[in-house]
């Protein structure tokens, strides 16, 4: 096994060092059961250091909604120095879904203007490499565990969009309560260092 890269394993602040990654669909109602789905997706945030997660929702795939779901995440965890991001060329053979996020993150004009924004913030925004998704399995893992937990509690059902979002920012906080290290062998200490110490 190679040695893993700079960013992650030197010490900085939560989040400087950034992986994302999009999941979904999702749908949610308005307001009552009457009205139809409304189609949303989830971006997840990993601190590629501590590995905590960070859960927004996200309208749809296209450019401006993402730059504003990194503005949402910036103005809660902020600033990071550098943001990986999955080439997509993983989600070829996928449902369409899936091929709607690989299309999203194939459009030069989109990669330019999340290179564009983050360029004026001071943020480096790298693509992996193609085909190569264990460059991003610290993320693909986060997101397991995000539909894992999605899946426990609200299954196939369609919410409010509220709760949508108190679901997503319970999940969140349940992968940011999990052990980073072993437990001790002392029957007196009970304590366990989380993301969620960060």
């Keep these: ?20 990654d999009l999941c979904g669909p999702l749908f949610y109602r308005q307001t009552n059961k009457k009205t139809a789905p409304i189609k949303c997706y989830v ?47 993983n989600f070829r053979g996928a449902d369409r879904a899936l091929k709607e996020m690989y299309e999203l993150f ?10 564009t924004y983050c360029g004026t913030e001071g943020i480096t925004f790298n693509f992996i490499p193609p085909r190569s998704p264990h460059f991003g399995g610290i993320w693909e893992a ?3 565990s995000l539909k894992r937990h999605l899946k426990a509690t609200i299954g196939s059902s369609i919410l409010r969009r509220d709760d949508l ?3 997503l920012v319970q999940v969140e906080a349940c992968l940011n309560s999990r052990p980073l290290t072993a437990l001790s062998n002392d029957p007196e200490d009970l304590e366990i260092l989380t993301p969620g110490h960060f």
């Design 165 to 167: 979002e108190t679901i």
């Design 43 to 89: 971006a997840v945030f990993v601190c590629l250091v501590i590995k905590a997660v960070h859960v927004e929702l996200i309208a749809d795939l296209s450019t401006p909604a993402f730059i504003s779901t990194l503005k949402r995440f910036i103005a809660r965890r902020g600033k990071p120095s550098v943001i990986q991001c999955d080439n997509a060329k």
């Design 142 to 144: 986060a997101v397991k």
């Design 106 to 115: 194939q459009k030069q004009q989109h990669q330019d203007a999340v290179t």
């Design 1 to 20: 096994m190679g040695d893993l890269p700079s960013e992650r394993v030197n010490p900085v602040l939560p989040f400087y060092n950034t992986g994302v």
